[in-house]
Each structure stands twice: as structure tokens, then as C-alpha cells.
């Protein structure tokens, strides 16, 4: 790159002092000048093309969000914020609430959320503390990694011919109806599908515990149970909590699966086992044939409100973490 | 530096301004807002081939309409680009003139007809029906159901399958006292108007409570994702029924009922018994539903399946010879191309609505000129 050095020693950082004080005549002194410029606008160049990938990003959602809004105006002009807790979705008669599906989507990922980490926690600690090394954690850790990279559809297959039997005879040993599909077997799916998430980030977190304390609460006499419950959790209690939120942020807009196993009723659910519906669901399965205008509307709507449940859950996540790590 | 500072501002700034039009861009397209017949750009498809068609909508055609193309194109060369996405979604797609002909289960209402940009011709294509198919383990007789009971069941107030309504007309059957368990499309579907159009015309309750739509509020019930969504829900669970397509039905060996037609009839659902059905005074324009059929012998939760064409077709940069191409497909399918329907298990148009077809077709018009002879 630079071929006026004239010594093969000269490193960047007293590149240009060689230079200056080694330079002769004024042409080396104008081309080191130029080159000075060159670089100085190279510099600019790459800081402004950063500067604009970022911006991008910015543009990118907030445009999202704006197209929603937008669209979804009609709606929010004829039903109004009873939108949020209308209790009835009756494409018929151009009533539209989306409580059920509110109600089906929080349920359906808290539950999913609730019977996930104690999986991933496990699976973090084990491959973090316990075994880092070795053909069968490279074995879990690889098999963890690919249930995050089964296409959902299969899950939802999965679910149809495996989970929804087993869930049904169950159903029917404990007297409620007999029916398999729901929210609970959709918790179920969603509950596996979610585990990588939290259970990957927890394990980099865990490897990143600096081992002189681990080592000092050994040396005091700690056992290991005793040294991940009061040294390695509470050191990574902010990076697992992240995972945890990220499944979560998974859970809520997983559409395909939820869709195939939770039974698509807008009747609000009145057990964990009664079916209900998902907002991503309802998107995907009406909005081919949403004929009129202010439906196709509360539909995008709909899309709104998941955009915003993610993006408050995520700024709660944000402040507890926040929290753990300010204390 | 500060020079430098103002050009990255600048430059951010005009990015910005770009990102929002072609935002703003993006949302008018996708608001369905219909320019008028000067959207040249969109007109055709975006091919100026006049041997290449584009056509949008119904996924209950979509069989039928492969096997009909494919044969279509080996007698003329004439290619056609079918995209499955549903009725409504064909709909939209002619009304925003980016397709040359849709297709769907349901004549298009008020609402689509003013947001048309013109007039649009409905031609029958073929006959769908939609069949009760139920998961009765030890039932080995076919069930009967008469339109009451049906009401009944899907508004939730029959939940049991030894109910004594279902069993004054199944007097030969032994019914279980298994809950019942019913299973409708969650996805908006033609298969469900034409169902929710028979309930309503059968039930006054039904009409007021439920009302006819591709998608409606459901009383009560599980929904399945396409007609294998509701076939998987009805093979699963025991004492389910559930509505699917009859071509569906028969091509799994699902067991499906009887229906009593206005006749008084108990009708099996079957080719000829669909075909029947259609056997009725179609009006000039074809806009009729076939449920609940006058036609003694035909089944009564029937329907016709449309073509949908601007009745103008000079519009945008469209030729007279794509034009002419576009009719003379349609003529060709509701004539020699309704022999691949039955195979498929697709009910052949009744000679009623096969002349009804011919008069609105020979009612397009290109330049204010008719186009076919």
C-alpha cells in the first residue's frame, strides 16, 4: 500500500514522522501530503458508511412501525383502543377485538417460557461448568444448536402426530376435554423450540467466569453445587436472564407451529388446555382472504400490538438486567 | 473537518428522505389502494408476451387448473402462470390489474365491485362441494344429517353424538354417547363461505348469530390450517366432524354423511350429485349460490367456483390478441376442459351454466368491440 517508504522497517504508527523528517525535495513532501488526504478521506468514507448501516437500521424499524400505524389507521379509526380488550373477532359483522389472541399469545409464551428454563439452565450450567469439553457436551452442544435450526413447520408436524396424542390421553386421565390440541400443547412445542436460545447464551456466559473466583470459593471449601449457586448464577445472572428474554421474544412471534397445534379458536380460553389462538396466527391464517378493507386493517393491527407486547417486554427485560447488573 | 461533518450530514439526511418515500412507497402499494386504468406498469403482469398469461386466486381450482393448463398448452402453446393464494387475494389481485384473469369460490361482493376499477365478469368454471366427514370409530352405516341438525351441532347446541335430534333420523345407526367435536378452517377459506352460505340460508339462528363469510366467529370448535388441517383434526380426535372439500374426502377414504337437500332428499355427496345441484335457473350474470338447491337430486352444500375478467379488456398496454387469448382459454375450459374434472374429482358444469357462460363471455369486449364471435 505504501510504496514511497524507503525503509521496509517502518511500522504505521511513526509512519508519517519517518516520512516528514526523511523527506528531500518538495514532490515527496506534495505526494506524502496527498496520500495524507487519501487517507484522511478513506478514514471518513469508513466512518460515514458506518455511520449509515447504522442509521439503516434505525430507518428500517421505525419505518416498519410507521407502515403499521398507518395501516392500520381504518381500524384504529372505527373501533378505537376497544380494540385491545374487545372481547369478540367476528369478521361477519366488522367487530373486531383482540383480546383472545392477546391473551392466547401471552399465555402461550410465558407457559412455554416457565417450562423451558429449567431445560436450558441445566443445559448452560452443564456445558458451561461441568463438562466444557469432550465428545458428549460437543455432542449436546451441537444438538442443542440444531433444534434452534429445524424449520418450524416440522415442529408443528411433530406436534400434530406425536405431542397432540400424548396430550389428549393425558387430557383425558385428568377429566378435562379430550380434545389434545391447545395452549398447552403449543406451550410445549414453543417450550422446546425456545431452549437453545437461552441455554447457548448461557453457556458462553458461564465459560465466562473468571476463574479466580471460582477457584477462591474452592479454596474456602466450597462444593461445586455450593460454587455455581453462589459464585457462577449470580456472576451470570444478567447474561442468562438475556437468553431468557430472547427465547421469550422467540416464543411470541413463532406463528407456524402455534399455528398447526393450538386449536385457531377466537373463544378466550379458560384453562391452559382449552384452545385458543396466537395474534401471528390469526395473521397467517386470515390474512389471504381478508375481502374487506377495515378487516384486512384490524389484521395489521393486530401486527401492531405483537410489535408492541415485543417491544415493551424487551424494554422491561432491559431494565431488570439493568438492575442485576447495577448491584 | 467541519466541511466533512456537514457532508455526512447531508448525505444521512438524503438517505433518510429516500428510505421514508420508498417506505411511503411500499405502504401505499400494499394498502390496496387502486389507481385507474392509467396503471400501465402493472397491466399484463409485467409480460408483453401475448402467449403468457398470469391468473391469481383460488386454491380449491388450483388442481383442477394445472391439469386443465398443462393440457391447454400442449393443443395451443398458450403458457399460463396460476398462483394458488386464495380467493380473496385473487380478488385484489385483478382489482389492482396486475393479473389477467382470478378465480374464486365466491362471487365478489359490494364492497369488492366498487373497489374494482371496472366492470368484472363472473364465468362459472367448475362445481366444488363440501362434505361432513366425522370420526365415528364404531359407526359402520353413513350418517345422515338433515340441515337442522347440521345448524345444530356447528352452533354448539347438540354436543352429543346420541342426541336424540341426530338419532330420530339415524334410526338404523347405534350412536355413541361420545362429546362432539367440531372442526372448522382457520384460514379463510372459500370451502368455509360455502359452508357458512348453506347454514345461513338453512338456519334463521345461524344467520343472525354466526352469519355467512370466509371467515367467520366460530360458536364453538377447533380450526385446522386447510382442508388437511381440518382432515388431521377429524382423523385424530374421536366423536370430531368436521367440513372439507369432497375431492379431499374421497382422495383420503375419509367417511362422510348424507345430507337432506330442500327436496327432502338424503343426498350422497358425489360428482353427479354435485353436477345435479347446478341444474337450476343460473341468472344472466352467474352470480348464484348453489347451497340449498331447488334440484331434487342434487346435493345441497354445493357451489360454483369463477373465473373473474375486466368485461373491457383494453386496458393498460394490453393487445387485442392477448386479449382474445385470455377468452378463448376461458370458452376452452368451461367446454372441452371440463373433461379433466372429474378425475379429480371436480363436478362438471351443467349445461345450464355452460350456456350461461358462453353469453357472458361473448359479452367482453375489447375497444367497446366484442371479442368472441
Same mark, same amino acid.
Given at each position: 500500500?505504501?510504496?514511497?517508504?524507503?525503509?521496509?522497517?517502518? $511500522?504505521?504508527?511513526?509512519?508519517?514522522?519517518?516520512?516528514?523528517?526523511?523527506?528531500?525535495?518538495?514532490?515527496?513532501?506534495? /505526494?506524502?501530503?496527498?496520500? /495524507?488526504?487519501?487517507? !484522511?478521506?478513506?478514514?471518513? #468514507?469508513?466512518?460515514?458508511?458506518?455511520?449509515?448501516? +447504522?442509521?439503516?437500521?434505525?430507518?428500517?424499524?421505525?419505518?416498519?412501525?410507521? $407502515?403499521?400505524?398507518?395501516?392500520?389507521?381504518?381500524?384504529?379509526?372505527?373501533?378505537?383502543?376497544?380494540?385491545?380488550?374487545?372481547?369478540?373477532?367476528?369478521?361477519?359483522?366488522?367487530?373486531?377485538?383482540?383480546?383472545?389472541?392477546?391473551?392466547?399469545?401471552?399465555?402461550?409464551?410465558?407457559?412455554?417460557?416457565? @417450562?423451558?428454563?429449567?431445560?436450558?439452565?441445566?443445559?448452560? @450450567?452443564?456445558?458451561?461448568?461441568?463438562?466444557?469439553?469432550?465428545?458428549?457436551?460437543?455432542?449436546?452442544?451441537? $444438538?442443542?444448536?440444531?433444534?434452534?435450526?429445524?424449520?418450524?413447520?416440522?415442529?408443528?408436524?411433530?406436534?400434530?402426530? #406425536?405431542?397432540?396424542?400424548?396430550?389428549?390421553?393425558?387430557?383425558?386421565?385428568?377429566?378435562?376435554?379430550?380434545?389434545?390440541? +391447545?395452549?398447552?400443547?403449543?406451550?410445549?412445542?414453543?417450550?422446546?423450540?425456545?431452549?437453545?436460545?437461552?441455554?447457548?447464551?448461557?453457556?458462553?456466559? !458461564?465459560?465466562?467466569?473468571?476463574?479466580?473466583?471460582?477457584?477462591?470459593?474452592?479454596?474456602?471449601?466450597?462444593?461445586?453445587?455450593?460454587?455455581?449457586?453462589?459464585?457462577?448464577?449470580?456472576?451470570?445472572?444478567?447474561?442468562?436472564?438475556?437468553?431468557?428474554?430472547? /427465547?421469550?421474544?422467540?416464543?411470541?412471534?413463532?406463528?407456524?407451529?402455534?399455528?398447526?397445534? @393450538?386449536?385457531?379458536?377466537?373463544?378466550?380460553?379458560?384453562?391452559?388446555?382449552?384452545?385458543?389462538?396466537?395474534?401471528?396466527?390469526?395473521?397467517?391464517?386470515?390474512?389471504?382472504?381478508?375481502?374487506?378493507? #377495515?378487516?384486512?386493517?384490524?389484521?395489521?393491527?393486530?401486527?401492531? #400490538?405483537?410489535?408492541?407486547?415485543?417491544?415493551?417486554?424487551?424494554?422491561?427485560?432491559?431494565?431488570? @438486567?439493568?438492575?442485576?447488573?447495577?448491584? | 473537518?467541519?466541511?466533512?461533518?456537514?457532508?455526512?450530514?447531508?448525505?444521512?439526511?438524503?438517505?433518510?428522505?429516500?428510505?421514508?418515500?420508498?417506505?411511503?412507497?411500499?405502504?401505499?402499494?400494499?394498502?390496496?389502494?387502486?389507481?385507474?386504468?392509467?396503471?400501465?406498469?402493472?397491466?399484463?403482469?409485467?409480460?408483453?408476451?401475448?402467449?403468457?398469461?398470469?391468473?391469481?386466486?383460488?386454491?380449491?381450482?388450483?388442481?383442477?387448473?394445472?391439469?386443465?393448463?398443462?393440457?391447454?398448452?400442449?393443443?395451443?402453446?398458450?403458457?399460463?402462470?396460476?398462483?394458488?393464494?386464495?380467493?380473496?387475494?385473487?380478488?385484489?389481485?385483478?382489482?389492482?390489474?396486475?393479473?389477467?384473469?382470478?378465480?374464486?369460490?365466491?362471487?365478489?361482493?359490494?364492497?369488492?365491485?366498487?373497489?374494482?376499477?371496472?366492470?368484472?365478469? =363472473?364465468?362459472?368454471?367448475? %362445481?366444488?362441494?363440501?362434505?361432513?366427514?366425522?370420526?365415528?370409530?364404531?359407526?359402520?352405516?353413513?350418517?345422515?344429517?338433515?340441515?337442522?341438525?347440521?345448524?345444530?351441532?356447528?352452533?354448539?347446541?347438540?354436543?352429543?353424538?346420541?342426541?336424540?335430534?341426530?338419532?330420530?333420523?339415524?334410526?338404523?345407526?347405534?350412536?355413541?354417547?361420545?362429546?362432539?367435536?367440531?372442526? =372448522?378452517?382457520?384460514?379463510?377459506?372459500?370451502?368455509?363461505?360455502?359452508?357458512? %352460505?348453506?347454514?345461513?340460508?338453512?338456519?334463521?339462528?345461524?344467520? %343472525?348469530?354466526?352469519?355467512?363469510?370466509?371467515?367467520?366467529?366460530?360458536?364453538?370448535?377447533?380450526?385446522?390450517?386447510?382442508?388437511?388441517?381440518?382432515?388431521?383434526?377429524?382423523?385424530?380426535?374421536?366423536?370430531?366432524?368436521?367440513?372439507?372439500?369432497?375431492?379431499?374426502?374421497?382422495?383420503?377414504?375419509?367417511?362422510?354423511?348424507?345430507?337432506?337437500?330442500?327436496?327432502?332428499?338424503?343426498?350422497?355427496?358425489?360428482?353427479?350429485?354435485?353436477?345435479?345441484?347446478?341444474?337450476? %335457473?343460473?341468472?344472466?350474470?352467474?352470480?348464484?349460490?348453489?347451497?340449498?338447491?331447488?334440484?331434487?337430486?342434487?346435493?345441497?352444500?354445493? *357451489?360454483?367456483?369463477?373465473?373473474?375478467?375486466?368485461?373491457?379488456?383494453?386496458? *393498460?398496454?394490453?393487445?387485442?390478441?392477448?386479449?382474445?387469448?385470455?377468452?378463448?382459454?376461458?370458452?376452452?375450459?368451461?367446454?372441452?376442459?371440463?373433461?379433466?374434472?372429474?378425475?379429480?374429482?371436480?363436478?362438471?358444469?351443467?349445461?345450464?351454466?355452460?350456456?350461461?357462460?358462453?353469453?357472458?363471455?361473448?359479452?367482453?369486449?375489447?375497444?367497446?368491440?366484442?371479442?368472441?364471435?
Amino acid at each position: 500500500m505504501d510504496t514511497s517508504v524507503e525503509n521496509g522497517l517502518v $511500522t504505521r504508527s511513526d509512519r508519517s514522522l519517518r516520512v516528514i523528517a526523511s523527506a528531500k525535495s518538495p514532490e515527496a513532501i506534495k /505526494s506524502r501530503i496527498k496520500r /495524507s488526504f487519501r487517507q !484522511i478521506r478513506t478514514e471518513s #468514507v469508513f466512518k460515514r458508511t458506518l455511520v449509515i448501516m +447504522g442509521l439503516f437500521m434505525i430507518i428500517l424499524v421505525l419505518g416498519i412501525l410507521l $407502515t403499521l400505524i398507518v395501516q392500520s389507521l381504518p381500524s384504529i379509526k372505527s373501533l378505537g383502543l376497544k380494540y385491545l380488550w374487545g372481547r369478540v373477532w367476528d369478521p361477519v359483522q366488522d367487530i373486531y377485538g383482540a383480546w383472545p389472541f392477546l391473551l392466547g399469545t401471552l399465555l402461550s409464551s410465558f407457559l412455554a417460557l416457565l @417450562i423451558s428454563i429449567p431445560f436450558s439452565i441445566a443445559v448452560a @450450567i452443564f456445558l458451561g461448568e461441568y463438562y466444557p469439553k469432550g465428545w458428549l457436551p460437543d455432542l449436546l452442544k451441537n $444438538t442443542v444448536e440444531l433444534i434452534a435450526a429445524v424449520p418450524s413447520v416440522i415442529y408443528g408436524f411433530w406436534g400434530l402426530a #406425536v405431542l397432540v396424542p400424548i396430550v389428549r390421553n393425558l387430557e383425558s386421565h385428568i377429566g378435562v376435554e379430550p380434545v389434545g390440541v +391447545g395452549i398447552f400443547s403449543s406451550s410445549l412445542i414453543l417450550a422446546v423450540m425456545i431452549i437453545p436460545y437461552a441455554a447457548s447464551l448461557g453457556r458462553s456466559m !458461564i465459560q465466562m467466569v473468571p476463574s479466580p473466583l471460582k477457584e477462591a470459593a474452592y479454596g474456602l471449601g466450597a462444593t461445586r453445587w455450593e460454587v455455581i449457586r453462589s459464585v457462577v448464577l449470580p456472576y451470570t445472572k444478567s447474561g442468562l436472564f438475556a437468553g431468557i428474554l430472547l /427465547s421469550l421474544g422467540r416464543a411470541l412471534g413463532e406463528t407456524m407451529a402455534v399455528t398447526m397445534v @393450538i386449536g385457531n379458536t377466537s373463544i378466550i380460553p379458560k384453562s391452559i388446555f382449552a384452545p385458543g389462538n396466537t395474534m401471528a396466527s390469526v395473521i397467517a391464517n386470515e390474512f389471504t382472504e381478508a375481502d374487506k378493507a #377495515v378487516y384486512l386493517s384490524a389484521l395489521i393491527e393486530l401486527g401492531l #400490538v405483537l410489535f408492541l407486547v415485543t417491544v415493551v417486554i424487551n424494554m422491561i427485560g432491559k431494565r431488570i @438486567i439493568d438492575r442485576f447488573t447495577n448491584e | 473537518m467541519k466541511a466533512n461533518f456537514f457532508k455526512i450530514k447531508s448525505s444521512l439526511a438524503a438517505s433518510a428522505l429516500f428510505a421514508a418515500l420508498s417506505m411511503g412507497m411500499v405502504s401505499c402499494g400494499g394498502g390496496g389502494s387502486t389507481s385507474g386504468s392509467d396503471s400501465t406498469s402493472a397491466a399484463g403482469g409485467g409480460s408483453s408476451d401475448d402467449n403468457s398469461l398470469i391468473g391469481a386466486g383460488s386454491s380449491f381450482d388450483n388442481p383442477l387448473f394445472s391439469k386443465m393448463f398443462s393440457e391447454y398448452n400442449k393443443l395451443n402453446g398458450l403458457k399460463v402462470n396460476y398462483q394458488s393464494v386464495g380467493s380473496g387475494a385473487g380478488i385484489s389481485q385483478l382489482t389492482n390489474k396486475t393479473v389477467d384473469f382470478g378465480a374464486s369460490d365466491a362471487p365478489m361482493n359490494g364492497k369488492q365491485d366498487s373497489a374494482a376499477p371496472a366492470a368484472v365478469l =363472473h364465468v362459472p368454471v367448475t %362445481t366444488g362441494a363440501v362434505v361432513l366427514s366425522y370420526n365415528l370409530a364404531d359407526v359402520k352405516d353413513t350418517l345422515m344429517l338433515s340441515p337442522g341438525v347440521l345448524a345444530d351441532i356447528f352452533l354448539g347446541k347438540i354436543t352429543k353424538w346420541n342426541d336424540a335430534k341426530i338419532a330420530a333420523i339415524n334410526k338404523a345407526v347405534k350412536l355413541p354417547s361420545t362429546s362432539i367435536v367440531i372442526a =372448522h378452517r382457520s384460514d379463510g377459506s372459500g370451502t368455509s363461505n360455502i359452508f357458512t %352460505t348453506y347454514l345461513a340460508k338453512v338456519s334463521e339462528e345461524w344467520s %343472525t348469530k354466526v352469519g355467512k363469510g370466509s371467515s367467520v366467529n366460530w360458536p364453538v370448535g377447533l380450526g385446522g390450517k386447510g382442508n388437511e388441517g381440518v382432515a388431521g383434526l377429524v382423523k385424530q380426535t374421536p366423536g370430531a366432524i368436521g367440513y372439507i372439500e369432497l375431492a379431499y374426502a374421497i382422495q383420503n377414504n375419509m367417511p362422510y354423511a348424507k345430507v337432506q337437500n330442500k327436496a327432502g332428499n338424503f343426498i350422497t355427496p358425489s360428482i353427479a350429485s354435485v353436477s345435479a345441484a347446478a341444474n337450476i %335457473t343460473i341468472p344472466p350474470d352467474s352470480k348464484v349460490s348453489l347451497t340449498n338447491t331447488d334440484a331434487a337430486d342434487g346435493y345441497p352444500i354445493s *357451489g360454483f367456483s369463477w373465473v373473474l375478467i375486466y368485461k373491457e379488456q383494453k386496458y *393498460g398496454i394490453r393487445s387485442l390478441a392477448k386479449a382474445t387469448n385470455v377468452l378463448k382459454l376461458i370458452s376452452w375450459q368451461i367446454h372441452d376442459g371440463q373433461q379433466y374434472g372429474a378425475p379429480l374429482y371436480y363436478a362438471p358444469l351443467s349445461p345450464a351454466a355452460v350456456s350461461v357462460g358462453d353469453a357472458i363471455l361473448k359479452s367482453a369486449t375489447y375497444d367497446g368491440k366484442p371479442i368472441l364471435q
